[in-house]
Every structure is written in structure tokens, then in C-alpha cells.
């Protein structure tokens, strides 16, 4: 295999293709503006064609050209897998480490719990745990592996569907010891309604609104009254079961709390299966990482041993 002879001119382009400019590759690269350039034209000079259109005025004087933009995504990825294998060359003489990343919630109500299993599997491996609401990403952040909420598409990352789960109105126990209270679907009106705002601008996340309309068939104004607003699913539950409202639970973050008894299933009658799932998603460059295969292969055995059932995880797809 012939290596690229120009691999720093190839890290100045792409750089210059991601800031529209010399100077913000520069800065990145920790060079000067002027070093930049003169690598892009090297590589320019030995490809014999241009790959940036230059303006000498405008927000963007740095363009890249037709050839530039067909050619970039396979060059990043390049770098993506040179990077990979890198750190695994680093890591070789250390312990092995696995970066995974999944939102606050979801660490707290379901994967923290479990995560002392894996570790007395898998005593020699370091895991690191990120948590945070904002998408990662997983090459600037190290990240190997993730579990997200969502369709199953997110682009440059493999994604296995982990656990589906459906949706259903839970509030504390104390609430309903005033016999006439909450005895049919209708009574929620009158309740402050907890609402989960964690996936604001996903347009299917399911919602107070929808639950009531499409699942108990009931009449609702655009603007509910009596609404508490929070960001976090964890909260969400924390509040209801605090005996503060009603919350719309999903049934893999609710479920501890419904086993202790710390929330109870409001007409259980009526099912509501969300259109969202959990997902394992990982990047298609570090899939083989011995590491990353076992605490994958963790995840749909805790998933299937509380579905009951034989893991069974779908193919990974890549969303385009």
C-alpha cells in the first residue's frame, strides 16, 4: 500500500476546508497562516488542480472547490482512523480504557445501577463515563462508545437498537388515598402535569399534548394549565414521585421507581409504545476494540435480562 507522502499539506487542507481560512487552520495546527498556505499550495501544485476558490473580500474568502468537497469526507476519515489507531498504539502498555457517552438520566436511572457487573467482568478495564444532554462528538471527545435516544440515525455512527419502552401517566402513591382523585383520564386536567422537556426540537418525542388526545382520546387546548417544566427525565420522576404532579413516564427510566413503590402506573389499560428507542451507537473505525465488543455485548445481555428474554440486537446500521 502507497502511503500519502504529503500527510501535514493533507491535515493543513482539511483544516483550511473546516474554518474557511488559513489563519483558523493555523491557530489549530499551532503554525503560522503563511506555513499553511504554502502547504495547500504544495499539495495543489503536486495534484495540479486548486482546492480552495480565494476571495479577496467577503465573510468567506476560503471556498472549497467542486473536487475538494468529493474528496474531504474520505480524507477525514482517514485522519479519523489514523487517530484510532494511534490511541490504541498508546494504549497498548496501559490498562484498557473505554470512553462512553449517554445522558444524565439515562445514567442515573438505568446504567449506573448495573455498572458495577461489568466491572467485576471486566476488572481490568477503565471505563470513563460522560454524561451530559448535548450529542458528543466522538472524535474530538474520545469518545468510543455512546447510548442515545432517538429514530436511530446520527450521522457517521453505527447505532443497534438497545431498548424500546413505552409511555404512561405515574404519580406518587399519596396522591391517590383522596378516592375520588384520578379515577379516569380525564381527572389529569385538573392536575398539575409534569412535562419532560430533556428532547426539546425532536419533533416525535411524545408529549403531555399527544398522550392525551392520541392515547385517551380527550379534548385539550393548545396550552395546558398547571404545567411543570423540567429538562431532565431523572427529575421528571423525582418530582412526581415527591408527590408534585403527574409525570408521563418512560417505562425504562421509571421502572426502579414503580418496583419500590415510589410511583404508581396510572390506567394501565391504555398502552402507548414510543416512537424513540435506546440505541448502542459507536463510530465504524473503532468497532474491533476488544474492550468496546464487551461492554457492547453488556449492554443487550442487561437489556434482555430485564425484557426476559435472550439478547437478540438488531444489525447496525450507519446513518448516511
Given at each position: 500500500m502507497k502511503l500519502p507522502v504529503h500527510l501535514n499539506a493533507l491535515r493543513a487542507f482539511e483544516a483550511s476546508a473546516r474554518h474557511q481560512s488559513f489563519a483558523g487552520a493555523a491557530a489549530e495546527l499551532h503554525v503560522s497562516a503563511a506555513a499553511v498556505g504554502q502547504l495547500v499550495r504544495s499539495l495543489e501544485d503536486s495534484l495540479g488542480l486548486p482546492l480552495f476558490h480565494r476571495s479577496s473580500s467577503g465573510r468567506q474568502r476560503l471556498l472549497p472547490s467542486a473536487a475538494a468537497v468529493q474528496a474531504l469526507p474520505d480524507i477525514r476519515a482517514g485522519f479519523e482512523r489514523l487517530a484510532a489507531g494511534l490511541t490504541q498504539l498508546q494504549q497498548a502498555r496501559l490498562r484498557p480504557t473505554l470512553t462512553v457517552t449517554c445522558s444524565p438520566a439515562f445514567a442515573a436511572k438505568w446504567l449506573l445501577p448495573r455498572i458495577e457487573r461489568f466491572q467485576a467482568a471486566w476488572p481490568g478495564t477503565e471505563l470513563r463515563l460522560d454524561t451530559s444532554l448535548k450529542p458528543a462528538d466522538f472524535v474530538a471527545q474520545n469518545i468510543d462508545l455512546g447510548i442515545r435516544y432517538g429514530s436511530g440515525h446520527?450521522?457517521?455512527?453505527?447505532?443497534?437498537?438497545?431498548?424500546?419502552?413505552?409511555?404512561?401517566?405515574?404519580?406518587?402513591?399519596?396522591?391517590?388515598?383522596?378516592?375520588?382523585?384520578?379515577?379516569?383520564?380525564?381527572?389529569?386536567?385538573?392536575?398539575?402535569?409534569?412535562?419532560?422537556?430533556?428532547?426539546?426540537?425532536?419533533?416525535?418525542?411524545?408529549d403531555w399534548p399527544r398522550w392525551l388526545r392520541e392515547v385517551?382520546?380527550?379534548?385539550?387546548?393548545?396550552?395546558?394549565?398547571?404545567?411543570?417544566?423540567?429538562?431532565?427525565?431523572?427529575?421528571?420522576?423525582?418530582?412526581?414521585?415527591?408527590?408534585?404532579?403527574?409525570?408521563?413516564?418512560?417505562?425504562?427510566?421509571?421502572?426502579?421507581?414503580?418496583?419500590?413503590?415510589?410511583?404508581?402506573?396510572l390506567f394501565p389499560a391504555l398502552r402507548w409504545a414510543s416512537p424513540l428507542a435506546y440505541h448502542v451507537v459507536y463510530r465504524e473505525a473503532g468497532r474491533e476494540l476488544p474492550q468496546l465488543q464487551a461492554f457492547r455485548d453488556w449492554l443487550f445481555a442487561e437489556a434482555a435480562n430485564e425484557r426476559g428474554t435472550e439478547p437478540e440486537p438488531a444489525a447496525a446500521t450507519m446513518a448516511p
Open positions: 446520527w450521522p457517521g455512527l453505527l447505532a443497534e437498537p438497545l431498548l424500546q419502552e413505552e409511555l404512561f401517566p405515574v404519580c406518587a402513591p399519596r396522591l391517590l388515598q383522596r378516592g375520588d382523585r384520578l379515577r379516569e383520564p380525564a381527572d389529569l386536567l385538573r392536575e398539575v402535569l409534569i412535562h419532560d422537556h430533556s428532547m426539546d426540537g425532536h419533533a416525535d418525542f411524545p385517551a382520546g380527550l379534548r385539550v387546548a393548545a396550552e395546558l394549565r398547571g404545567l411543570l417544566h423540567i429538562n431532565n427525565s431523572a427529575a421528571v420522576l423525582q418530582a412526581a414521585s415527591e408527590g408534585q404532579g403527574v409525570a408521563l413516564a418512560r417505562s425504562v427510566m421509571a421502572r426502579e421507581d414503580l418496583a419500590a413503590g415510589r410511583l404508581q402506573r
